[in-house]
């Protein structure tokens, strides 16, 4: 069901908890990633990798991680890069994704947020969630997914 690239991972016990409580017929909890980083799945990476990679230094310094915390979230981010898009890209890919697993699972939590659990970016009081159909994801998949808060997406 994953597009070819998309990787699912357990996420870390603090954000199961926290999602659970957002949504608690949930059963699992998973980070989606390409390579290391999420990025991709609802930002295009620019042509020039040094251009890319300016706009996420600016945003984890204004964040107030440590150098070395820096470093090690920039390697994360260029191992997705690796990864090659498949055809119409990732955000289409992922909403495609997304609607059918809301008709094979029913209502899904989503929640895009910046940074890693190292970096303590998970909100401490999220906003209550916003509700989609799946038709709404595939209409925007640029769009439907952002940092104001977590969605769940029905059929």
């Known amino acids: 069901m994953l597009p070819v690239g998309l990787v699912a991972q357990p996420a870390d016990r603090a954000d199961h908890h926290q999602l659970r409580a957002l949504h608690p017929d949930a059963q699992t909890v998973v980070q989606l990633l390409v390579g290391a980083c999420s990025c991709d799945l609802v930002r ?3 042509a020039d990798p040094r251009e890319d990679e300016r706009h996420h230094r600016d945003r ?7 150098r070395d915390l820096l470093i090690a979230t920039m390697e994360q981010h260029r191992r997705g890069a690796a990864v090659r898009p498949p055809p119409g890209g990732w955000p289409r890919a992922l909403a495609a994704f997304v609607a059918e697993h809301a ?9 895009l947020r910046f940074g890693t659990a190292a970096t303590g970016a998970a909100p401490a009081n999220p906003s209550p969630p916003r509700h989609l159909r799946a038709s709404e994801v595939l209409a925007r998949p640029e769009a439907w997914l952002d940092e104001r808060g977590p969605v769940i997406v029905g059929r």
């Open 103 to 111: 008709r094979n699972a029913g209502e899904t939590l989503y929640l």
């Open 60 to 66: 984890y310094r204004k964040s107030g991680i440590s």
């Open 44 to 46: 295009s990476r620019h």
